[in-house]
């Protein structure tokens, strides 16, 4: 009887306890400090009930039952669920985690949860750049996000990248748009990585909320800040390093030159230049004399924190970087603060605001060109010294107009540009009944660039076109000014408690001004770069007489945007965006660009699939990216009249206008995936798009008697093209922890591209660019079929091997045994300009990224590859001039009947070798190893003995060791050209770094 009534005393007051409501008060503290956390969530799990603590990190939710379960998240921080158990108080611990961030996505005037993006958006975040240790942003980049490709412009210290997002798919300027805590920013030099906290790139038609600006992609940088209620956090981090080539190009030494050299000279009937080859031995190597070993070092300093209503960031930093080519005289440095400020005041006023300002100062060297220090260094006469009996530089006689001493070059080389730039943003955020929330933003950049140019009076060589007789000095000034004004509101509101709804709508006006000034003067005193400036010279000249010396662009958008989701699971955005530009004529001046994107979120929290969502999206945008006023006749060309029998300069139309351009736009699908296995561990993205750019603008190839031809004139602007680009984006992420001490991580990811062009308009039906050695014609195509830029060109069948085959084949020019033999394609019998054909393109087919990491105790370890397959380089490093030298593989070359059927033979006298063909095409496919980095991390003991919260000290190598085929410098390298790209004229190699750093935070 006693125990019977024992249990139903037990059972009536469990259910009393089950069934009542309860108030859970708590307190939310970071666990490394144990700082009370204010702001973070407090969410009953699957509703929309919840609290957020006060400045103490305290929080109070009412009306709760036992079982029920409260989720604690807060931004960087791991999120925590916790089960009521009847406990009325809770102390809960969360754990910094820089992964989370990754789960909160900018998508353009907002954020969004990852899980509920229905775009087609990457993140990068800060521990892997912090990884990586890029010099540049852009770096950070390749590899990491699948759809993205970097091409380098040059190696050299400071130098830019080409950025393309899922593809090229315009003629004319092809970069994304990039913004840096709001702000538009068109120079990444400017920027230290190491004050990024996260990148997110938009890469489908979701970034139309950005109007004309995101036609090729948006890349979001968020900059690190404090947050509320935050002590004073000091972070100091350094590294040293060397750089050193990881490659040098072979060629032949003095023995083998002097050899080659006479074999050519004797082939075509000329004398023989050297008589005694003995006792040449192996000559002066000009690569070695070019390429050193430089120093590189950087500094930065931050101070993040914040009050009970503020947060604060701080950050500088100071970079410096000689070149692997001329030391000193391509060195980059760069100063760069910034600061961030975030208020609350008032009651529902928020007050942001950001700033950067960097001084980056780059020394120039010639690159990627004829006559540049590589190219020179390769051509050189090795049989030559670099000084002369006087101790003079040796003169580079006989080897063309270009080929000059690479040392003397480099003596003589005095190329500075400075430049000043800074930025800012400054918004107010107003929250009002409720749902409502109204916010402006005003963004602001600045930035003065000044050039100045030394060459000093030289003798490199008869006939050479880097003489001086006179010394000159040339200064340019740039300053450019834009702002960009947002205003904007927003409504939110959950419906029936199902239904979450986000409106959003707004306006922005966008204004961007430059100025220009070119000056020359003559006549330096004493030849000296101390005495260089416009005060000292004699005979200046206004390089921009009759010349625009500004600019004025203008954008007026509106827009609006509407999200929408049921249950967290139905998902649904449109965006509507109207947008002017002056860049057309009034009647052509605005147009309007939809863009939708819906999902699903089928599985959330499953057991063996955790997650899976499929979304999809479609939309035009709309781009602008072409000269001013080219609706309009400008009188900035050049003019020649006569007056009295006398000729007077003046100015004339330049480019022909015309008046019914309109908006290129760009037609963008995108059907993708996101899953997550194995409790969270794999995370699967896989993305189909499809990209069509439509009225593509672009200058025609139009005829000569329309006037175009003359000094400043062009062919109009006009809508003449398509082009496509369409493929698969792939990644897959592991991640696990074995043990206590033990965790790693991998992931992969490959994007598939196919470009092709499907319309052109213009006079030949193909746009022509890009440059092959000395007066032939363009070696790059834009065409119908093929994908843009691609190589066209003369195809090789081997190589003649006696006169019977000479006489058998297609009339060919100056054709003997030894020359390469070419395919008559249209088959005239004859071999000339209509045989030639599609000898590849310089886009990859894939492109992949490897990376790779693990921790144990307090070592850290991470390495990152990537891989560019399919693309194609022109070599056109070799000038090919009598007394030239040559590559090794010269030494294979064709010297009798069944010698060799793939190289040719050498001779002094006319031949056709030398015309653009698949000779001189090479497979630039390629995988690297970007960054191999081992760290070490001090533990509790060095924390209490010093008092510092962490230091780690690390080594890592970048661009550690390149697998290709290619025989140039690097096969990263590009000009970046959609015409013209792909073409190696002696790329500046990309360095590889050896780099000992230490991150001290306080």
């Known amino acids: 009887m006693k125990s019977n009534l024992s249990l139903i005393i037990f059972i009536c ?84 985690d820089a992964q989370s961030l990754d789960e909160v996505v900018v998508v353009g005037y907002g954020t969004q949860r990852k899980k509920e993006v229905t775009g087609a958006v990457s993140v990068v975040s800060a521990a892997t750049i912090e990884n990586l240790k890029p010099t540049r942003v852009e770096q950070a980049l390749q590899g990491q996000v699948p759809g993205v490709n970097i091409t380098t412009q040059s190696g050299s210290p400071g130098s830019g990248a080409n950025i393309s997002i899922r593809g090229i798919s315009t003629n004319g300027d092809s970069r994304p748009l990039i913004l840096v805590d709001g702000n538009v920013i068109e120079d990444l030099s400017t920027i230290n990585p190491g004050d990024i906290q996260s990148i997110n790139v938009l890469k489908d038609a979701t970034a139309g909320i950005y109007g004309v600006r995101a036609a090729n992609g948006v890349i979001l940088i968020t900059t690190k800040t404090g947050r509320r209620s935050m002590s004073p956090k000091l972070e100091f981090s350094s590294y040293l390093g060397f750089q050193e080539t990881t490659r040098k190009i072979p060629v032949l030494n003095a023995t083998e030159y002097a050899i080659i050299n006479n074999e050519a000279f004797a082939a075509g009937g000329m004398t023989p230049r050297f008589t005694d080859i003995s006792k040449l031995g192996s000559g002066t190597n000009w690569q070695d004399e070019v390429f050193e070993t430089a120093p590189i070092s950087n500094y930065s300093i931050s101070l993040n924190g914040g009050g009970e209503n503020s947060s604060y960031s701080y950050g500088a930093n100071y970079l410096t970087q000689d070149g692997i080519v001329g030391g000193d005289k391509s060195n980059f440095n ?88 800074i930025s800012f943003v400054a918004g107010l955020n107003y929250n009002f009944f409720k749902n409502f929330t109204v916010e402006t933003r005003y963004q602001f950049n600045h930035a003065l660039v000044n050039t100045e140019i030394f060459s000093p009076e ?30 904007f509101i927003t409504y939110e509101n959950t419906i029936a408690e199902n239904h979450n709804v986000k409106a959003l709508l707004g306006m922005s006006v966008f204004k961007t001004t430059g100025t220009f000034s070119n000056f020359k003067g003559f006549d330096i005193p004493d030849n000296s770069f101390e005495n260089a400036s416009l005060e000292n010279v004699t005979d200046v000249e206004d390089l921009l007489f009759e010349k625009p010396r500004k600019f004025d662009q203008r954008l007026l958008s509106y827009f609006t945007r509407v999200q929408y989701d049921y249950k967290g699971r139905i998902l649904f955005s449109g965006v509507l965006r109207r947008d002017g530009s002056t860049r057309f004529a009034p009647n052509n001046r605005f147009g309007y660009f939809p863009s939708a994107s819906i999902g699903g979120i089928l599985i959330d929290n499953g057991n063996t699939v955790n997650f899976l969502k ?48 309109k908006w290129e736009k760009q037609k963008t699908l995108d059907i993708g995936v996101d899953a997550k296995f194995a409790n969270n561990k794999i995370d ?114 081997g190589v003649f091997q006696n006169q019977a085959e000479v006489d058998a084949h297609a009339t060919q020019a100056n054709a003997s045994p030894g020359d390469l033999k070419y395919l008559d394609i249209n088959g005239d019998g004859a071999i000339d300009s209509d045989d030639r054909t599609n000898l590849g393109d310089p886009i990859p087919d894939v492109t992949m990224g490897l990376n790779i990491g693990f921790n144990y105790k307090n070592f850290d370890f991470g390495a990152y590859a990537y891989a560019s397959v399919g693309n194609d380089i022109v070599r056109n490093y070799e000038r090919q001039q009598n007394q030239t030298n040559r590559g090794i593989q010269f030494l294979n070359r064709w010297t009798g009947e069944g010698s060799t059927n793939t190289f040719h033979r050498v001779t002094n006298g006319a031949n056709s070798n030398s015309l653009f063909s698949d000779f001189y095409v090479e497979d630039g496919s390629y995988i690297r190893i970007q960054n191999v980095q081992l760290g070490y991390t001090f533990g509790e003991k060095f924390k209490e003995a010093t008092g510092i919260d962490n230091v780690r000290i690390y080594a890592s190598v970048n661009n550690l060791y390149t697998f290709t085929e290619y025989r140039g410098f690097d096969p990263s390298s590009s000009s970046g050209d959609p015409i013209g790209g792909g073409i190696d004229f002696g790329f500046y190699p990309v360095p590889r770094t050896y780099l000992f750093g230490i991150n001290i935070k306080f």
């Open 13 to 96: 007051f469990s259910v009393a306890v089950f069934g009542q409501d309860l108030e859970i008060k708590g307190s939310v503290f970071e666990a490394a400090t144990n700082s009370p956390l204010p702001g973070v969530n407090v969410i009953v799990k699957n509703t929309n009930t919840g609290v957020t603590t006060d400045f103490d990190g305290n929080f109070t939710i009412t009306n709760r039952k036992v079982g029920e379960i409260l989720v604690f998240s807060f931004i960087g921080f791991i999120e925590q669920e916790v089960t009521i158990t009847g406990t009325n108080f809770l102390t809960i611990q969360l754990q910094e």
């Open 334 to 421: 760069r100063f760069s603060t910034r600061f961030n400020y975030n208020l609350d005041f008032l009651k529902n006023f928020k007050f942001n605001f950001s700033t950067i300002y960097t001084d980056a100062n780059k020394n120039k060297l010639s690159e990627n060109a004829l006559g540049s220090i590589l190219f020179n260094a390769l051509n050189m006469d090795p049989t030559l010294t670099v000084y002369d009996a006087n101790g003079e530089y040796t003169l580079a006689e006989g080897l063309g107009n270009e080929v000059i001493n690479p040392l003397a070059q480099i003596e003589n080389t005095y190329d500075r540009d400075e430049t000043d730039k």
């Open 458 to 487: 030289a003798f490199y060589g008869s006939g050479k076109v880097f003489n001086k007789d006179r010394s000159e000095f040339q200064k340019i000034r740039n300053t450019y000014t834009d702002y960009t004004w947002d205003s």
């Open 614 to 661: 499929l979304r999809a999206s479609y939309g035009i945008i709309g781009n602008d990216r072409i000269g001013d006023f080219r609706y309009v006749s400008l009188l900035d060309g050049e003019g020649v009249y006569v007056f009295n029998e006398t000729r007077a300069f003046g100015a004339a139309a330049s480019a022909l206008s015309n008046p019914e351009i």
């Open 684 to 797: 699967i993205t896989l993305d189909y798009f499809k990209r069509e750019t439509e009225d593509l603008l672009l200058v025609p190839s139009v005829s000569g008697i329309l006037g175009v031809y003359a000094p400043g004139a062009s062919a109009p602007t006009i809508n003449a093209g398509t082009v496509e680009n369409k493929g698969i984006e792939f990644s897959i992420a592991y991640k696990d922890k074995l043990s206590e001490n033990f965790d790693f991580n991998i992931s992969y990811n490959f994007t598939t591209l196919n470009n092709e062009v499907l319309a052109v308009s213009s006079n030949t039906d193909f746009l022509t660019g890009g440059q092959f050695g000395v007066g032939q014609e363009p070696p790059s195509r834009m065409e119908v079929g093929f994908p843009i830029g691609y190589f066209y060109g003369l195809q090789t069948n």
